[in-house]
């Protein structure tokens, strides 16, 4: 199901400590009240895209938006593979770092890790 997003424009302020207060509040890539920022730019984007509407013919402007929302699609669906796969990293760093501790010799782990991925490489 494709997902909501909301494009908004901050002015920032001139003071460095506001600024820095404003940017380090929209971390790219970080959460921000449930929700994940995914692009962030140092122009004011929307009037940048209005003006492009302005130039560009409608049919143009529909691509472009279709395009895009092929690519939010597709980021989308690498997001659902990442968190998916996250539990399975973790378990695999957690092999890789009790082996490395000594607690599980190269057999144990191999076989840990080819449970996980199968892949018992251990370099």
Do not use: C, W
Request: cysteine-free; aromatic content about 4%.
């Amino acid at each position: 199901m494709p997902k909501d997003y909301l494009t908004v424009v901050i002015q920032l302020p001139d003071d460095p400590e506001q600024r820095k207060a404003v940017t380090t509040a929209l971390p790219m890539a970080g959460n921000f009240h449930g929700g994940r920022i995914t692009a962030m730019s140092l122009e004011d984007e929307i009037t940048v895209n209005e003006l492009l509407e302005e130039k560009l013919d409608a049919f143009e402007v529909d691509v472009a938006r279709a395009q895009a929302k092929e690519l939010a699609a597709r980021a989308e669906a690498v997001d659902v593979a990442n968190t998916q796969a996250a539990p399975v990293r973790e378990n695999i760093a957690y092999v890789i770092g009790e082996r490395l501790a000594g607690r599980l010799d190269v057999e144990q782990a191999g076989q840990a890790l080819e449970t996980l991925n199968g892949t018992s490489k251990i370099d």
